[in-house]
């Protein structure tokens, strides 16, 4: 053997895939190791066989009639080019190998050389990625599908949560009169919405996050809070509390997170102005019908006491004037006259001041300015009240006012003065004056007496109904003139002030803003 040869057996005989050696009538001239161990055959056994042993069916018979084929046409179905075939082992057993073929010339003799490179492995490994893949794909169809669904689901879920949302929020910034908060327990607001915001001119993103109760008045904080801390300790409340002129009703219940904590408050705020306006009129219209109820009992039982004293003096004057025939009985008859004409003057006063109360109640009197003469007014007034003035007592008017004409309401101020004047008139016998000035931007209308005056005590009760001053219980009254009086200067926007003195006497003064007159 020459060199070469020898390193051809050698390569022959050791290499890794399996090589075949037959001639062109297809029988084995050689084989390797390496395809005798695929093959599982003995050596002897494979020499000098056709090579189609190792060929499984259908190409066992064929595989001759490839051979025959290619010599006659040359055209090449394997040679040179290699490609995948099944081997048929001893054992019946097939596997798929990778064939490539060579030929070459010897003597006049074809040879063919095929190199067998076994696929089992590769082609196993090929089906296990194969299976893989397809289980994964298999997976991933699964898990697309459950994601879909999932994804569908969610979709579904999240337009149902978008239109209930939209729902609640319609809801909440609808809120008619008020509004729906939801506060954290440090009193944070972490929700609030409501038609009653935009009174407040409040945009609700900018008190979101801030104290509930730092946005309200600092006279309503602490009671507010108070009730808002027990709905955090888990007491449903209700409570009312005042922003300006506006009433509202709070409705707080806790909410209550996971672990049955609360976590939260739920707060509905109405505004209730408007009901508690009506609930006030009608409070009021209760009140003032209860007052009126009572100053007519009062007056009913004050009247017929009141009314016997000044009756019988007029009886028994017009007793005596119908006895007082003669003419030298002139005087006395004149005096008794003069008494009937007091005592129904008087009797006239207490019906007219019970009439005045009546009306003042009923909210029947206004204020209707006019211009008037000051001047002239207070003449007249005074004219009247001489009537009822004592022996020797007489009425001064002092007038140092500035302006001629004045804008006063003359119902009320003739009947405030002439009210003021009986009293200086009856609780004094000395002369009175009527005094008008300007002082400090005020126009002032006093009466001055130098009668009885009041103590410092019976001062502070002086303008009540019915009240009468412990040194005057034997000088007839009602106690209702300086209440109406003290009404009516109400009316006029008016003050009245008063000074007064036992035993000295008493200056009673209305005083009028200028720039009211
Ligand atoms: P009346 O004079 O009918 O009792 P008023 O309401 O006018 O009722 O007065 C209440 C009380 O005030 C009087 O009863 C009297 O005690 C006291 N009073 C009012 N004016 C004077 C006055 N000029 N001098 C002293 N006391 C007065």
């Known amino acids: 053997m020459t060199v070469k040869q020898t390193r051809y057996q050698s390569i022959f005989e050791t290499a890794i895939d399996g090589v075949i050696l037959i001639n062109d009538r297809g029988l084995i001239e050689d084989i ?7 093959f599982q055959y003995d050596k002897n056994e494979l020499v000098g066989q056709n090579v189609s ?12 009639s490839y051979l025959q084929a290619y010599q006659k046409t040359g055209e090449a179905k394997i040679i040179g080019i290699g490609r995948e075939v099944s081997g048929l082992k001893k054992s019946g057993e097939e596997f798929p190998f990778r064939l490539a073929v060579s030929e070459y010339q010897h003597q006049g003799v074809t040879y063919y050389t095929g190199i067998i490179h076994d696929l089992t492995k590769q ?6 990625i194969k299976q893989y893949s397809q289980q994964l794909e298999k997976k991933v169809a699964e898990r697309t599908q459950l994601l879909e669904q999932e994804i569908s689901l969610r979709e579904e879920a999240q337009q149902a949560l978008l239109k209930s949302q939209k729902l609640y929020e319609t809801i909440s910034v ?15 607001i972490v929700f609030i919405e409501g038609s009653e ?5 409040y945009g609700t993103e900018k008190l979101l996050g801030r104290s509930y109760v730092e946005l309200l008045p600092p006279e309503v904080v602490d009671v507010v809070k108070e009730h808002l801390q027990a709905v955090c300790n888990g007491v449903e409340r209700s409570f009312e509390f005042k922003i300006a002129d506006r009433t509202y009703l709070a409705r707080c219940v806790p909410l209550f997170g996971p672990k049955n904590r609360i976590e939260q408050i739920l707060m509905v705020e109405t505004n209730i102005t408007p009901q508690k306006q009506a609930e006030e009129e009608i409070y009021n219209a209760l009140q003032q019908e209860k007052r009126l109820n009572e100053l007519k009992t009062r007056f009913v039982s004050m009247a017929s006491h009141e009314f016997r004293t000044p009756l019988s003096s007029i009886l028994s004057s017009a007793g005596l004037i119908e006895r007082y025939t003669e003419k030298a009985q002139n005087e006395s008859r004149v005096k008794h006259v003069q008494k009937i004409k007091r005592n129904v003057h008087n009797l006239n006063m207490i019906l007219n001041d019970f009439l005045s109360l009546e009306k003042i109640e009923g909210g029947l009197i206004k204020n209707n300015p006019e211009e008037i003469d000051l001047r ?14 004592k022996k020797g007592q ?9 302006q001629d004409h004045y804008l006063l309401d003359s119902f009320l101020l003739r009947n405030t003065l002439n009210n003021l004047l009986s009293n200086a008139v009856k609780y004094s016998e000395k002369d009175v004056a009527i005094l008008t000035k300007e002082e400090e931007g005020s126009l002032v209308i006093s009466i001055q007496d130098q009668g009885i005056g009041i103590s410092k005590e019976d001062q502070r009760g002086l303008f009540n109904r019915f009240f009468r001053a412990s040194n005057s219980t034997n000088i007839q009254g009602t106690g209702l003139g300086l209440n109406i009086v003290k009404r009516y200067a109400q009316i006029m926007e008016a003050e009245v002030t008063f000074e007064s003195e036992i035993n000295k006497g008493s200056t009673f003064s209305l005083v009028f803003n200028l720039q009211n007159t």
């Open 376 to 389: 002239e007014f207070v003449e007249e007034v005074k004219e009247e009240a001489e009537a009822i003035t």
């Open 394 to 402: 007489g009425i001064n008017c002092q007038f140092m006012h500035n």
């Open 53 to 64: 042993v190792l060929v499984p069916k259908p190409h066992t018979q064929k595989h001759d």
């Open 32 to 38: 390797n190791e390496a395809a005798l161990h695929l």
């Open 197 to 201: 915001l935009k009174k407040f001119g």
């Open 123 to 128: 082609k196993e490994y090929e089906a296990y």
């Open 174 to 188: 609808n809120f008619p009169n008020g509004s729906i908060t939801v506060l954290n327990n440090n009193l944070d």
